[in-house]
């Protein structure tokens, strides 16, 4: 009698001890999410971590060895039709999503929103299972200014967090693929979308949206990770009453349509509960007279509380932006000491080609320095970090003479203003949505530049002259190619040193910077460029230690994993987004470019 | 005996194959087809529809609204509007694209107001 209950005890205590530890394993709790630094085997975040480093601290990569890389495997992730009708039409889908890689399985989505779980364990793609949301291929891409694209999925618990394009979010289980539950939450409707990974907070899956180029009004909003009942939303744009309203000075209600969408995965610090998020431009981009004031919180970097979304702080970086020079970019957190004191800061490369340091417990600016070759929309930036030549007298701004496009005395619906302006960065940026890297070794901040200059024009737009679903632009960008004002766009890699704000080093590229950057442990920096190359840099000279020529494009950010004790790169290369559709201009021989949807992944 | 049978239908049906790619490879006058495959070149700025408007491709014109007559329609297709910012398609497209690409145009889009 006691032999069998000590067995049957000791049969307890060991399915107790393994059962426990496989739980732990496959769980992602807030612990590990909180802590991501120490399973660098893993890449759990989107964004490398809550703080948006993109650094992997695994080491068996570095400067001695990785002139020996070389292809591992491949997967061909399909889903490169096109789709949309109009206003617009998509040739083909391209990939600019960021692997997630948790215990040798690794998740991936095609820019229709397909999510595919491989087994990487044995150094190749074993496909395990594969969720296609069946997106209309003609319904969400017609107001999808900037391609057909998912950024990746989130992991929380067992399950599988994604967004699809046509506004759902969704959570799948992480074993089999099944659907837990999906929710309908932008309204395509009115042309919001999702292009964006969601993020992971406590219970909540976190998502911004998309489509400030169709008069839609901003927003982030926070969906119960086990069911997806909404729990909070907040306008990026104050509504009546609330404050930063007073900046927006028409009497037509130009705040519904004004643009501040929030379209790339924001930054959460778990000590002080924020989520800090960047907003797009406002809308409509370019007839800047359309919506006088300063067009709070578009073109901004702001802070809600995790629990709730409130308002904490936001700071603006291009007031009445007529330029289309979005804030969406990534938040980089940096605890350290910046000029001789410790403080907490957000650190974000903007399109307007200023990068910034704040200090994320009150939005304060600590440091804002320029990082492209070429800027002439403002002589610079005062001790505040606001542009030098803001007029707070006026409530349209023009900025430095010539740059914008303006109205000039036209005012009937429709026609072209007679203010043409050239402006450099370009509207692309300085720095689009692909992704910076920080290297906490170096302590420098690694941003994909795009070296540029459009010219625009102003397309007077007045009350009532929106459509849903329709384009909300007043005005366009172009380039002509022969003018040396406004023609060849090229890009870099550009270093910057945290502790001072100051250049560090260049990179620079025949094309612009549409991939991302990784940095590493092991000394190294890594990119895809547009003409297809995956490159590997020293992290502190940027020198070239390794490429590796893929043929296609590259739109998407490199990251590291490590499975079976070998350290992989990987990279998905996919030819897509804005670039191919609206910009070759700038870059002719990029319109030869071949469109391709595969997953990259590299070893010794 | 039915092994030699099994063989002449063997070689009936690869002949069957290659007769069938010699009819593939005669030379064909460009048709409509081609232009319509060919004006997702066009239709990222002038729209499906053709009527232009915004982007941020720019501000392509109306092509239903378009007075070119076909040699116009060609040259603009070939050269682009360099200061207006259409580019030119010479360097991605033959003159045998170009043309059936114009004729497109003028049989889809010229003349032809949009039916709301």
Known sequence: MTNKIFRLFLTLMLFLMFGAANSIAGDVNQARLNDSENEPQNWIHHHGNYEAHRFSGLTDINKSNVADLKVAFTYAMGDIQ??????????????????????????????????????VRGGKAVPLWSHNPEADKDYAPSVTCCGINNRGVALHGEKVVFKVIDGRMGALDKHDGSMIWEKQIADVGIAEVFTGAPLIVKNL??????????????????????????????????????????????DYDAYKLGGGTTWVTGSYDP??????????????????????????????????????????????????????????????????????????????????????????????????????????????????????????????????????????????????????GISCPAHTGGKNWPPTAYSPHT???????IESCNKAFAGIVNPGDWKPREWYLGGAPYFTFDDPASGRITGSVTSIDISTGTVR?????????LGGILATGGGLVFTGTADGSVVALDDETLQEL???????????????????????????????????????????????????NVLYVFAL | MYKIL????????????????????????????????????????????????PSYGGYAANLRETMLDHEELVMVITEGRRTLGMPEFKSSLSKREISALATFIEDEFKGKPLEE
């Open chain 1, 82 to 119: 096109g789709g949309g009708t109009a206003p617009i039409v998509f040739p083909f889908s391209g990939l600019e999503g960021t692997p997630i890689v948790e215990d040798g399985y690794m998740y991936v989505t095609t820019g229709w929103g397909r999510v595919t779980k491989l087994d």
């Open chain 1, 205 to 250: 899956a976190v998502t911004g949206m998309a489509g400030a180029e169709f008069g839609v009004r901003g927003w982030i909003a926070a969906h119960n990770v086990d069911n997806g009942d909404q729990v909070w939303k907040t306008y990026t744009i104050p509504g009546p009453g609330e404050p930063g309203h007073e900046t927006w000075k028409d």
């Open chain 1, 271 to 420: 000590q002080l509960n924020i989520i800090v998020w960047g907003t797009a431009n406002p809308g409509p981009d370019w007839d800047n007279a359309a919506r006088p004031g300063d067009n709070l919180w578009t073109d901004s970097t702001i802070a809600v509380d995790a629990d709730t979304g409130k308002f904490l702080w936001g700071f603006q970086h291009t007031p009445n932006d007529p330029y289309d020079y979005d804030s969406i970019a990534e938040n980089t957190f940096v605890d350290g000491s910046i000029n001789g004191q410790y403080v907490r800061s957000t650190i974000h490369a903007n399109r307007n080609g200023f990068v910034y340091a704040l200090d994320r417990t009150n939005g304060e600016p600590i440091w804002c320095t320029q990082f492209v070759k070429k800027l002439t929309w403002t002589a610079g930036l005062d001790e505040n970090c606001r542009p030098v030549d803001y007029n707070p007298n006026v409530d349209v701004q023009t900025y430095a003479p010539g740059s914008a496009a303006g109205r000039g005395g036209v005012t009937e619906s429709g026609a072209r203003g007679a203010i043409e």
């Open chain 1, 443 to 449: 302590g420098l901040y690694y941003i994909p530049v």
């Open chain 1, 505 to 513: 080093g260049k990179w620079e590229t025949k094309f612009p910077m």
């Open chain 1, 546 to 596: 390794w490429r590796f020529e893929t043929g296609s494009a590259i739109n998407a950010p490199p990251m590291s994993y490590e499975a079976g004790g070998k350290q992989y790169i990987a990279i998905e290369v996919g030819l897509g987004g804005a670039w191919p559709q609206w910009f070759t201009d700038s870059t002719p021989e990029l319109k030869s470019a071949v469109p391709s």
């Open chain 2, 6 to 53: 099994v063989f002449f239908f063997f070689i009936f049906f690869i002949s069957g194959n290659s007769i069938a790619q010699d009819i593939g490879t005669t030379t064909v006058a460009p048709s409509r087809a081609d232009g319509k495959a060919l004006y997702i070149h066009c239709a990222r700025c002038h729209k499906p529809t053709g009527i232009g408007g």
